[in-house]
């Protein structure tokens, strides 16, 4: 993240992640639980190249509803513009 110094990616994480490697805060205290722990997560509007020395992996959290195609609806509409 430091080393693409642009402003179209950003990185979400602790302070003392982003501190480690010279990333600048841009808004505090994200998180809605005291507990919370949070791994970096890349966004950017291209695809980032990554190293397949890094051990990078894809995590899909979702909090839906309890109802028929709650689960299945995001994942469609993610799958039908990939």
């Not at 600048?24 to 722990?37: D, F, K, R, S």
């Not at 950017?44 to 990554?50: D, F, S, T, W």
């Not at 109802?67 to 990939?82: E, F, R, S």
Request: charged letters at 10%; glycine letters at 8%; proline letters at 4%.
């Amino acid at each position: 993240m430091a080393q693409a110094n642009s402003p179209a990616v950003a990185a979400l994480g602790s302070e003392a992640g982003g501190a480690l490697y010279g990333l600048q805060v841009l808004e505090h205290c994200q998180a809605n639980q005291t507990q919370n722990i949070t791994r970096f997560l890349v966004l950017a509007r291209k695809a980032v190249n990554v190293s397949d020395q890094v051990p990078a992996k894809t995590t899909l959290l979702m909090a839906t509803g309890q109802q028929a195609g709650a689960w299945w609806k995001p994942c469609w509409c993610c799958a039908t513009t990939i």
